[in-house]
């Protein structure tokens, strides 16, 4: 087959574009064109290209609208279509020489439950939200566009891709699948993973001290940064000189200051506390990650009140548990498969979490165990044990 892969939206992605196309090329008999971004191109050749495989980078000077039409001189037996983003008005007029088009599903409601009340119920709590420091008025701009723009060309994409290509789906969790079935979704739904297991190095096993590490933007909106930090604050005696935290990303420009203050006392406290100030990609990243010992998920389980991790929208965290193969700290309410409870410990507060912390300090043998577990777990999401789900 000859296979396109499309992400020009989000430079996060790239996990899921290199697991794409590993397990594509896993077969020999495939040929994969990657269609993407700088920073993506850097992580994808860091990592190593497959040879049956090549690039083509959207240049800075060349709008998303040439770039596209490029690729539609070009006939392929699938496209994926990985991230949207805002460039919905250039994907509504993508008209590609292909049988079938693979669109990833991010935010189920968006695409399968998106109405009048899905709007408001978006909006509400973006105005609530002191942290992201933005006026009301492009707030409710943006909502207002997302509804009266956005909404109608979401639509007449999925209207033709249905109408003219065999149109499948592809969403990150089971869970996600049912939210989509249970909106009436009647396509063809396959899960995949967002990141592949290919034997990433494991350097945690002459750690001195516990290293905990948080992968992602450093943003109190997706994240609880500042409740973590009280925590680990309040209980520094114990703790600071037996863990390192990780803080694996770089922090938002509009809440620089507010989280370097807060990181800055938690150093004052006695802890050790890394973290970046770009983005954190390939081999940068993946030593990193590792390098510790637990993956701390702190992030806020409602995305707003119509989109909840773990249900209709999917957070990395869980695939960097895989990609790293390492074990995880999340909190209860999220809804994880059962195949992650052997290499998952599950916090109902802070307070929890730290007991849970404390627990691990003081049994290495647990540490091992979860580690052992979550290898065993990544070993059945390595490229060719997933290709069969594409085929």
């Known amino acids: 087959m000859l296979i396109g892969i499309i992400e020009v939206s989000e430079p996060n992605h790239y996990s899921a ?12 008999n495939n040929k994969v064109i990657v269609y993407t971004l700088p920073s993506i191109q850097r992580a994808l050749e860091e990592n190593g290209l497959p040879e049956n495989s090549s690039l083509v980078v959207l240049d ?8 596209l039409q490029d690729l539609e001189s070009i006939s392929f037996d699938r496209i994926h279509i990985c991230t949207l983003f805002d460039n919905y008005r ?13 669109l990833h599903i991010h935010l189920c409601n968006e695409w399968y439950n998106d109405n009048f009340n899905r709007a408001i119920n978006t909006l509400i709590p973006s105005l609530k939200n002191k942290d992201q420091n933005r006026a009301y008025s492009r707030i ?7 509804y009266l723009v956005y909404r109608p060309l979401r639509q007449k994409m999925l209207a033709q891709f249905e109408q003219k290509y065999n149109l499948k789906l592809i969403v990150h969790s089971e869970a996600q699948k049912k939210s989509l079935i249970k909106y009436s979704c009647t396509s063809p739904i396959t899960v995949f993973p967002f990141a592949i297991y290919e034997g990433m190095e494991d350097s945690s096993q002459s750690n001195q001290v516990l290293r ?6 450093i943003s109190q909106v997706k994240r609880d940064y500042f409740g973590l930090f009280q925590a680990l604050q309040e209980n520094a005696e114990a703790l600071r000189d037996r863990i390192d935290l990780y803080l694996l990303g ?29 983005f954190v990609y390939g081999e940068e990243f993946d030593k990193a990650i590792g390098n510790c010992d637990l993956l701390l998920n702190n992030q806020f389980i409602s995305k707003n009140s119509t989109e909840v991790y773990g249900q ?25 498969s059962s195949e992650f409870e052997d290499c998952t410990l599950f916090f109902d507060s802070y307070r929890s979490l730290i007991d849970i912390i404390q627990k ?13 577990s979550a290898k065993e777990l990544s070993l059945s999401y390595s490229p060719e044990s997933l290709y069969a789900r594409l085929l």
């Open 17 to 28: 574009v290199n697991g794409l196309l590993k397990t594509y090329t896993s077969d020999r």
């Open 60 to 67: 800075k000077q060349q709008s998303l609208k040439s770039f």
């Open 90 to 102: 250039e994907f509504a007029q993508f008209k590609p020489q292909t049988k079938e088009i693979w």
């Open 140 to 146: 409710i701009a943006r909502a207002i566009w997302d």
């Open 212 to 217: 905990i590490c948080i992968p992602g933007v």
């Open 250 to 278: 770089y922090i938002t420009d509009r809440e620089k200051k507010e989280m370097e203050d807060a990181i800055s006392d938690l150093i004052d406290s006695g802890y050790k506390v890394y973290y970046y100030d770009s």
């Open 312 to 336: 209709t929208k999917e957070s990395g965290m869980i695939f960097n548990m895989l990609r790293a193969a390492k074990p995880g700290l999340l909190p209860r309410e999220y809804n994880v």
């Open 360 to 372: 691990v300090l003081d049994n290495p043998q647990l540490l091992q165990q979860l580690k052992a």
